[in-house]
């Protein structure tokens, strides 16, 4: 399995940016189908975006389309989510997640194999 550590969290008034960074470890990252997950308070863990092994496709939840860009660069084993217009809601743990299949769906916890601890993010209003 590949090894996943976030960073980039933080707190940033509503309206703000962040972007948040996954470095990956121990396998060929570049096998990997890529995504960030969020747990908010009280919340369930929920799939935010995805991207395929080579970076040609991606997914969005409905609520992040327009505000959020899942990229990745597998020559330097880094997944990154740039969070632009963030608002209160979008308060959570973002966790990174790796899976090989590329079949699986891409929005189900279920599908990846390996996650990171997460990166807290914090939005005030």
């Known amino acids: 399995q590949v090894q996943l550590v976030e960073s980039g969290g933080g707190l940033v008034q509503a309206g703000g940016s962040l972007r948040l960074s996954c470095a990956a470890s121990?396998?060929?990252?570049?096998?990997?189908?890529m995504a960030w997950f969020r747990q908010g308070p009280g919340t369930e863990r929920e799939f935010v975006a995805a991207?395929?092994?080579?970076?040609?496709?991606?997914y969005y939840v409905d609520s992040v389309k327009d505000r959020f860009t899942i990229s990745r660069n597998n020559a330097g084993n880094m997944l990154y989510l740039r969070m632009n217009s963030l608002r209160p809601e979008d308060t959570a743990i973002y966790y990174c997640?790796?899976?090989?299949?590329?079949?699986?769906?891409?929005?189900?916890?279920?599908?990846?194999?390996?996650w990171g601890l997460g990166t807290q993010v914090t939005v005030s209003s």
């Open positions: 991207i395929d092994w080579i970076g040609g496709r991606t």
């Open positions: 997640a790796a899976k090989r299949s590329g079949v699986s769906p891409y929005d189900k916890r279920g599908s990846y194999d390996s």
């Open positions: 121990g396998r060929t990252f570049s096998v990997y189908h």
